[in-house]
């Protein structure tokens, strides 16, 4: 605004005639002058929209031409779709197997390797609650013990010096032979307080250079130094503190290195063979009169899993325990024999119904690594052998007493050496 201009429309031009007037007239434009000098030029420029740039530094208006998206063609949107659609169904799948192998691992028991049962913390705990039945149970062990062990104790625990010495000579030399995996396969007897005696125990070492798995029974009556516990029937051990003292036991009398266990209840074998639909057996006369059937020669006969369980716990056609051992390992060859013939299927069905039975120390990487394994293990040779070998033990009693050192080279010989034809 023109202060002079708005004077100008403010003052008359013609002059006051009286002196009040023409005070009047100048305070009237002395107001205007000073509200015109405190109201802001008015400029026409418009200020930019963004913040003023460095110094230097120019706007840059992208062209219009620039804006414009292209089109991608007919072609290349399908490619895009079908790609998603690709590997939106991988990613199902992987989540599916991680939730599915899980789910398969939580059905069995797993147990911790130092996680362990120990008698004494359940005498303990027997005792707290009870101790008049705890000194009746101990009188009751005390008692059993000494009529059992009084006559051959102190020759059993000579002898077994004495192998410990010729195997404190090997041990020096033997260094672990690699390939070779050997896992403790248990089968027991669930008690009303807890595990029972291992009446099956068998080493399961698979050699993966000869493509061959050596199943080795140990019988139940061997004589061993259980540690803690003294020379006693090997199967005692895992009754006593669980499958872990029983791996240390085999460890430390057969110097076996045992990777990993798995024990199941003779429930198991019921429900696995009842899953792979019944195995195939040839039976003789007497095993089937103790199976109570009746059949006029020996035959092959179709086994479902609650006879297959008895035939496997027979040990009075023949053979007494030596012949119940080995028809334990042609049960368990029947089995592998179904699961061979059936494929992956028949095997992921087996493993399914089994788990939920089986106590085992192996992690979710051992065991998802063994699942991985076997359709090529399924179809490695399987060898059959037995702890005592032949002319390599003696009987003191009820106790089976081995030549340990022999034995010890001799399954070394066998699970770790070259085959002869070789």
Known sequence: M???????????????????????????????????????????????????LPEGEMYVVESAVADEKKKLPKWAKLLLIAGGSVLGLALIAVLAL????????????????????????????????????AAELASEQAAAKESIHASIEESLAEKLKEAEDKKASMEAERVRQEGVRNILLIGTDQSSWGIGNSDAIIVCSINYEKKKIYLTSIMRDTAANVPGRGVTKINSACAISGPELLVQTVEENFM????????????AMKQVIDALGGVDMMITVQ?????????????????????????????????????????????LLAIIDKARSGGVGNLAQAAYACLPHITHD????????????????????????????????????????LDYAATIKNFNDEVYGEDPEE
């Open 2 to 52: 023109d202060p002079e201009k708005n004077v100008s429309e403010v003052i008359p031009e013609n002059k006051p005639n009286t002196q009040a007037e023409e005070a009047a007239a100048e305070a009237a434009a002395e107001t205007v002058l000073e509200e015109s000098a405190r109201q802001p030029e008015i400029t026409e420029e418009k200020e930019p929209d963004t913040e003023e």
């Open 98 to 133: 991680v939730i599915g192998y899980n789910a398969l691992f939580n059905r069995s028991n797993y147990r911790d390797k130092d996680e362990t049962i120990v008698m004494s913390e359940a005498m303990e705990t027997l005792e707290t609650a009870d101790e008049d039945l």
């Open 256 to 267: 076996i290195d045992i990777e990993n266990y798995a024990m199941v209840d003779f429930e």
């Open 287 to 331: 095993e089937a009169k103790f199976m109570k059937i009746d059949i006029e020669e020996d035959q092959i006969m179709h086994l479902d899993g609650r006879l297959a369980l008895r035939h496997s716990r027979d040990r009075s056609s023949g053979g007494s325990d030596f012949g119940r051992v080995q028809r334990q390992k042609e049960v």
């Open 362 to 401: 192996f992690s979710r990487t051992d065991l998802l690594e063994i699942i991985s394994e076997l359709p090529t293990l399924i179809n490695f040779e399987f060898v059959q052998q037995r702890i005592p070998y032949e002319n390599m033990y003696h009987f003191d009693n009820e106790y089976i007493v």
